[in-house]
């Protein structure tokens, strides 16, 4: 998902390990580490895009958005199709 390497991408937004990392739940310590060379999982590197690249604030988020999303998915996969394209449009 990261085209950088998180500290590639943390160096580029000028940040440090503390305010890189607090935003997805690791803390800096934790961070140092997978800037050492400790694989990042898969899910912390998308959250990490979401973040810092997308912009995201996963504080706003509730299980309702989660919830919500995934029923417009299920039931309506034409809408739910149009309506990402839309929100990634916009980016």
Do not use: C
């Not at 950088?4 to 140092?32: H, M, N, Y």
């Not at 990490?48 to 997308?54: A, D, F, P, R």
Request: net charge positive.
């Amino acid at each position: 998902m990261l085209q950088l390497t998180p500290k590639e991408l943390r160096l580029q937004l000028g940040l440090t390990q503390a305010d890189f990392w607090s935003p997805v739940g690791i803390s800096q310590s934790g961070g140092s580490r997978y800037e050492s060379g400790r694989k990042l999982p898969a899910a912390t590197s998308a959250l990490l895009h979401l973040v810092h690249i997308e912009g995201l604030d996963i504080n706003q988020l509730n299980g309702d958005d989660f919830r919500v999303g995934r029923h417009l998915r299920e039931t309506n996969p034409a809408s739910y199709a149009a309506i990402v394209a839309k929100v990634g449009s916009n980016s």
